[in-house]
């Protein structure tokens, strides 16, 4: 019998990429990539073996979709920011069974989700630039899941979540689970992103100190009140993805019967006007 070793909210900003390369932004994004490191690391020592990736970065128009190809292999280069995420190459398992039987699951409660195994169908970089840090060895099977949805309810988004709970469980998979997104979203205006320094600032101090209430919410364990904002919060702070990503991933959680607690690894920090950070969420 499977089961969701771990779970976490994480950032996937791309300067963490240029944080490791020489020029203005080297070194800058270190506590960020040592909170990836520090959460596989947790993972692992809970026996995971697979991970699933909510992905932020995967838009979807219709349906859930599931990417459980058997392996992925590719060089990928970001359309968004071409300039930030170039010719990277990337080779990793996929868990094929685990991703057909979310789709299931998902299907059985009403939900229209499809599983892919497409040679075709590449992970995108909500995916890939984490994987960077979490999965140097490839070690990990990798499943995932579309979570830039567009014309998607947070209740079925919550519903997504609960089969992938349930397909873990019915699974022989050990997984670590990961919700890749921001919280506030509200990327500086162009003509305004180099006057206020961008790449290190937050566009909006309403989205900030919501930011840091929520993060509150999530340390003192006051999830059901963070529910009954997330669909406001996504829509007035401009959630990446929708939110859809936090949606699954408290539907894997229980809910609002989450009785856990938020645990923030290393600091909330601003980023081209968005608001990121890494926090673990332990299953009950």
Request: charged share 20%; with cysteine; glycine share 8%.
């Amino acid at each position: 019998m499977g089961n969701i070793v771990l779970a976490a909210k994480i950032t996937h900003v791309p300067t963490m990429l240029m944080s490791e390369q020489p020029g203005p932004i080297f070194g800058k994004r270190t506590q960020a990539i040592d909170g990836h490191k520090e959460i596989v690391a947790r993972a692992k020592a809970l026996g995971a073996d697979t991970v699933i990736v909510l992905d932020t970065h995967w838009l979807v128009n219709a349906g859930y979709h599931v990417n459980a190809a058997a392996s992925f292999k590719g060089n990928y280069t970001s359309h968004e920011f071409p300039q930030f995420i170039q010719n990277l190459e990337y080779q990793y398992e996929g868990n094929p069974a685990l991703g057909d039987l979310i789709a299931e699951k998902a299907q059985a409660k009403g939900v229209h989700a499809l599983s892919h195994q497409l040679e075709s169908l590449t992970l995108e970089y909500g995916t890939l630039v984490p994987m960077i840090w979490m999965n140097p060895t490839s070690d990990l099977k990798i499943v995932s899941v579309a979570a830039w949805c567009s014309v998607h309810s947070i209740e079925s988004s919550r519903l997504m979540g609960e089969a992938i709970k349930e397909a873990v469980e019915e699974s022989d998979s050990k997984v670590l689970l990961l919700a890749s997104g921001s919280l506030s979203h509200k990327i500086w205006a162009n003509e305004d992103y180099a006057a206020n320094n961008g790449t290190f600032t937050i566009s909006s101090e309403f989205n900030r100190q919501m930011d840091l209430h929520v993060l509150d919410l999530w340390t003192r364990g006051d999830h059901a009140t963070f529910l009954k904002m997330l669909p406001e919060y996504a829509q007035k702070c401009n959630g990446e993805g929708g939110m859809h990503d936090t949606a699954m991933l408290y539907g894997a959680l229980g809910w609002d019967q989450y009785q856990g607690k938020g645990e923030i690894i290393g600091e909330y920090f601003p980023s081209s006007g968005t608001g990121q950070v890494n926090v673990v969420f332990e299953p009950d």
